[in-house]
C-alpha cells in the first residue's frame, strides 16, 4: 500500500483504534504522554514523520537542521521535533517555522518542547501544532539543532523517519512504518467491532450485555 493510501486510511479512524493497534501489533506502545497535546486548534494530523535532534548549548546559534529540514522534507510531513526528553519552558516552534512549514505543504509539527505566537499561528495559519507546552522563551542560548531525519524520542516514544504520526484531541501514535499496513488493517477492525457494540448496548439499553457479547472495552 502506498503512502497516499496509508494516509487516506489512517484518516478514517479513531486514533484511539491507533493506539490499540499499534499495543497489538508491534507488542509495545506507541501513544505519546498526555502532555503533547494540540495547542493552536483540534486539528487532526496524519503524515510520515521528518525528525529534528535539539541538544543544550550556550550558543546562540539558529535551530538549521530544522530550518533546511522545513524546506527539504516532502510535502505532507508531520514535523518531529525531540529536545532532551522534553522541555516545556522553551519554544522549538513559532510563528516563522509555521510559516516556512505552510509554504512547504506539511501537515503538522509534533514537539518534545514548547511552541510560541499561538495568537499568530491561530489567525494567519490554523497550522496543527501539538506541544509539551507553550512558552515564549526562544532556544538561542539554550539550545541547537545537532541532527535531522534520525530516529528521536518525542513524549516518551521512539520516532523513526518515514513512521506515521497520527493524532487529534485524543493524542498522538506512532505508527512503525514496517508495520503501518497491518496496524491500519487491525485499527479498522477494531473501529467496525466498537460501532457492532455500540449498536448493541443502545439496542439491549445494557453495557453489560455489549461487553459479553464482544469482549471489549
Known amino acids: 500500500m502506498n503512502m497516499t ?3 487516506a486510511g489512517f484518516n478514517k479512524v479513531a ?3 491507533v493506539a490499540d493497534a499499534v499495543d497489538k501489533v508491534c507488542g509495545r506502545r506507541g501513544y505519546m504522554e498526555c ?3 494540540p495547542r493552536i486548534n483540534d486539528q487532526r494530523i496524519c503524515g510520515p514523520a521528518a525528525t529534528v535532534l535539539e541538544a543544550a548549548t550556550d550558543e546562540f546559534v539558529p535551530p538549521q ?3 533546511d529540514l522545513i524546506d527539504e522534507a516532502p510535502a505532507g510531513s508531520v514535523i518531529v521535533i525531540s529536545i532532551e526528553g522534553g522541555e ?3 519554544a522549538v516552534w513559532g510563528g516563522l517555522m509555521t510559516a516556512g512549514a505552510v509554504a512547504n505543504g506539511h501537515v503538522g509539527a ?3 518542547g514548547g511552541v510560541r505566537d499561538l495568537t499568530e499561528i491561530r489567525r494567519d495559519y490554523g497550522f496543527p501544532v501539538y506541544a509539551r507546552a507553550v512558552s515564549p522563551g526562544t532556544t538561542l542560548g539554550r539550545f541547537r539543532t545537532v541532527a535531522s531525519q534520525v530516529p528521536v524520542r518525542v513524549g516518551g516514544i521512539m520516532v523513526h523517519p ?3 504520526v497520527v493524532g487529534d484531541v485524543d493524542g498522538v501514535v506512532v505508527v512503525p512504518q514496517a ?3 497491518e496496524v491500519l488493517r487491525v485499527s479498522i477492525e477494531i473501529d467496525e467491532r466498537e460501532l457492532e457494540q455500540a449498536k448493541l448496548i443502545m439496542a439491549e439499553k445494557s453495557l453489560r450485555k455489549g461487553l459479553a457479547k464482544y469482549g471489549r472495552i
Request: glycine letters at 4%.
Open 5 to 7: 493510501d496509508l494516509i
Open 15 to 17: 486514533v484511539a483504534s
Open 35 to 37: 502532555a503533547i497535546k
Open 65 to 67: 537542521h530544522a530550518l
Open 88 to 90: 516545556p519552558d522553551v
Open 110 to 112: 509534533v514537539l518534545d
Open 162 to 164: 518515514g513512521d506515521l
Open 179 to 181: 508495520h503501518a499496513e
